[in-house]
């Protein structure tokens, strides 16, 4: 019984320290991979906007004033889901720099994707 409650609480330990939030994909500003695109922020935001319900997210919000649209996906049967700021920012005139964040929202899923490929995919197919 004693080696029951062990692994029980073993387990549940290691399901709540992997775990991520929203909070986490914003605070990684910086780290996730961008493109520059030739466009204005206004094209390049609409078509973000359009991206995200596109390739399976759901908008959760956003924000030109701050730069920012965060996305989710909710539990699949092979992820426990996902958490993804874009952040769009003018940059060097009349182009557009899209970061992507993307989480898993447990750590430890492996088969969790990293929505930054497929967003990036529908953007160049967009803009470029």
């Keep these: 019984m004693k080696a029951i409650r062990s692994l029980i609480v073993l387990a549940a330990v290691a399901i709540v320290t992997g775990c991520t939030t929203m909070a986490d994909s914003i605070a990684e500003k910086g780290t996730g991979?961008?493109?520059?695109y030739e466009k204005?922020?206004?094209e390049v935001w609409a078509a973000t906007v359009e991206a995200v319900p596109s390739v399976g997210l759901k908008l959760v919000?956003?924000?030109?004033?701050?730069?920012m649209i965060l996305a989710q996906r909710g539990v699949t049967a092979f992820s426990y889901g996902e958490n993804v700021a874009i952040f769009i920012e003018n940059y060097?005139?009349?182009q557009s720099r899209v970061e992507i964040v993307s989480k898993r929202a447990m750590e430890t899923n492996v088969f969790?994707?990293?929505w930054s490929r497929s967003l990036f995919a529908y953007l160049d197919s967009k803009l470029k």
């Design 33 to 36: 991979p961008y493109r520059i």
């Design 40 to 42: 204005p922020k206004s």
């Design 61 to 67: 919000t956003a924000n030109e004033s701050s730069n």
């Design 92 to 94: 060097n005139g009349n």
């Design 112 to 114: 969790a994707p990293d």
